[in-house]
């Protein structure tokens, strides 16, 4: 109960913990290639062989990395019950759509099959494999330096008009107020609480009513949202930030070996789930 | 002498327990605080002051040692929280950012209703609260929220709290970010509920006119723990304490500390204005008092 209004404690995305680990120091543009580089190959790999190998790959990133175990645990609490949710679906309905496999269940549409419990195994550990490995990159790269790295890395697409700049600064705000929010938003349940508010506790079924006891938070959090933004603006323009303008950065980076090393281990591990062959 | 309102012992409270950025935000403070009483807690930001009051209403609960209010101790397993939020209303910081309803009436019935009271009891208790703030019922209450200027904002958020009838209000740093004429008024109201009403009230500040004008007693916390506590005339007539702690002064005290340093015979925890001025006249060549 006395964890009930820590909301920052719960929020994992934008939290960075700093170790000083190699991971933490590699070049924000080669981490971030490898990391998309390897969640492709995740979600492409569909043998029992190949997820093993990644989770492995996985666990091993924590330790290079030394983030705590737990962290990445914690990261998948919230996401149980649509692991939950997507498994039942999968297993109900694949056996239909997919051919081949032992059939061991069948009643009117539903059909579960080997092929349908692969699946359901499969695409489970994969979900925990794309969160670990977010949860790393995410915990050992600073906000500043994963926008960075994604607006260096996406620069390539200025060529065909796309606004690279305005999106990297879009999601450099949206992520750096994602703990001030959170912040807010405690603020404004314990001072409702205080009110005599409560919030959670009707029954789960009575979605009206719990959709009405967040009323006295979600308002006054937009209000407060807007206010915010209007200052934000005001900010940047007072220090000259004119949209669309050419702008040079403060932060240099260049590649060192360690960042090849990083680059090359990444296609390497993908390549090894991508060539393990399916049966497995 | 009886049991006071609120007593707290030995309170600790840690952050982000178990987690590698876990820090202690309260090492053991001791505070109290009789009927009646008007107190203020003061010190730094990060001192712990936030993280103290919000164990006056059950916000956050005793990680160890003890808070009793009303003789209610809310170690206990079975607390009543609802109870104690009625009978403990905390104010926030700029409360005037938690009002969602269009109409200020609405917004000050939101606690009243949330306790099932019947509708009469309601309006009663709104009106109540809103005359006390210094709100016309009649006039304001079919105001919008959004229109009021920052001030009233302030006062509509209070009368929403002291709708719920406490019997101790807690208020964290109630007049900041105001300017100096609704900082006056809530200052008069403050006290006015304090020694009017008879409301026992605690407050955090920075001001410490603001301390002057209304505290009985002061806390003083550094660090998470209380390191000093007394009559507003022991605190500011302890320079020693005010400068370790970098608590500030009010001006009065200020100006006679300047004068004791530079030889004038006064007494420099004179810190009401009068009396300062009379500290002062005496000092004055060719003015007999």
């Known amino acids: 109960m006395a964890g009930e209004f820590e909301l920052t404690r719960n929020i994992t995305i934008g939290q960075y913990l700093p170790t000083g680990s190699v991971i933490h120091r590699l070049d924000p543009r080669y981490k971030l290639a490898a990391y998309v580089i390897i969640v492709i190959a995740i979600a492409m790999c569909s043998s029992y062989l190949g997820n093993l190998v990644a989770l492995a790959f996985c666990l091993w990133l924590f330790w290079q990395s030394r983030i705590p175990i737990h962290y990445g645990i914690s990261g998948i609490k919230p996401a149980v019950p649509f692991i939950i949710i997507l498994g039942v679906l999968q297993l109900l309905f694949y056996g239909g759509i997919a051919t081949g496999g032992t059939v061991y269940f069948e009643y009117a549409f539903v059909k579960i099959t080997s092929a349908s419990i692969k699946l359901v195994i499969v695409s489970a550990v994969r979900f925990v494999e794309i969160i670990f490995i977010s949860s790393v990159l995410t ?17 390539p697409l200025e060529k065909v008009k796309f606004p690279v700049h305005t999106f990297a600064v879009v999601i450099t705000i949206a992520v750096r107020f994602v703990p001030t929010f959170a912040m807010e938003m405690e603020k404004m349940m314990k001072a409702q609480a205080s009110r005599g508010a409560e919030f959670g ?69 993908a390549l090894i789930l991508l060539i393990v062959p399916d049966p497995l | 002498m009886s049991q006071p309102l609120l007593q707290v012992k030995g309170l600790r409270h840690t952050y982000m327990r178990g987690t590698p950025l876990e820090h202690t935000a309260l090492h053991g403070v001791d505070m109290y605080a009789n009927k009646g009483e008007c107190v203020a807690i003061i010190g730094h930001t990060g001192s712990g002051k936030s993280t103290l009051i919000q164990h006056f209403n059950g916000l956050q609960l005793p990680e160890s040692g003890q808070v009793v209010i009303d003789g209610v101790d809310l170690s206990q397993p079975k607390l009543n929280v609802k109870e104690l939020r ?80 406490p019997k101790i209000l807690v208020l964290d740093e109630p007049t900041a970010g105001l300017d100096p004429k609704s ?16 409301l026992t009230v605690i407050f955090v500040s920075h001001n410490m006119e603001e301390v002057a004008y209304l505290a009985d007693r002061v806390y003083v916390m550094a660090g998470g723990c209380v390191v000093c506590s007394g009559t507003p005339r022991e605190i500011f007539g302890n320079r020693s304490v005010l400068e ?27 810190f009401l204005v009068e009396e300062a001025a009379q500290e002062i006249l005496s000092v004055l060549p060719g003015i007999r008092r």
């Open chain 2, 86 to 165: 009625k009978k403990v209303g905390l104010v926030f910081q700029n409360p005037e950012d938690q009002l969602f309803e269009k109409l200020v009436g609405d917004d000050v019935a939101y606690g009243p209703f949330k306790q099932g009271l019947p509708l009469e009891q309601v309006v009663e208790q709104v009106k109540w609260a809103m005359e006390l703030v210094g709100l016309s019922f009649e006039e304001m209450k079919d105001r919008a929220t959004y229109a009021l200027s920052g001030g009233q904002k302030r006062k509509v958020a209070l009368a929403g709290v002291l709708a719920l009838r």
């Open chain 2, 244 to 270: 370790e702690h970098q608590a500030g002064a009010p001006e009065t005290v200020e100006i006679l500390y300047r004068l004791y340093d530079r030889g004038f015979d006064v007494k420099p925890d004179a």
């Open chain 1, 201 to 269: 506790t009707g029954e789960w079924w009575r979605i009206v009513k719990r959709t009405k006891d967040m009323f006295p938070i979600i308002i006054p959090l937009f209000n407060v949202a807007m206010t915010r933004a209007e200052d934000l603006i005001l900010a940047m323009e007072a220090r000259c930030y004119t949209p669309g303008a050419a702008r040079s950065a403060y932060n240099h980076y260049r590649a060192a070996a360690r960042d090849y090393a990083a680059l090359a281990v990444g296609i390497l591990a």
């Open chain 1, 139 to 155: 915990l050992s790269t600073s906000t500043t330096q994963l926008t960075h790295g994604m607006e260096r890395l996406l620069s």
């Open chain 2, 183 to 198: 900082r006056k008024e809530l200052l008069e109201r403050i006290r006015y509920l304090n020694r009017q009403e008879q």
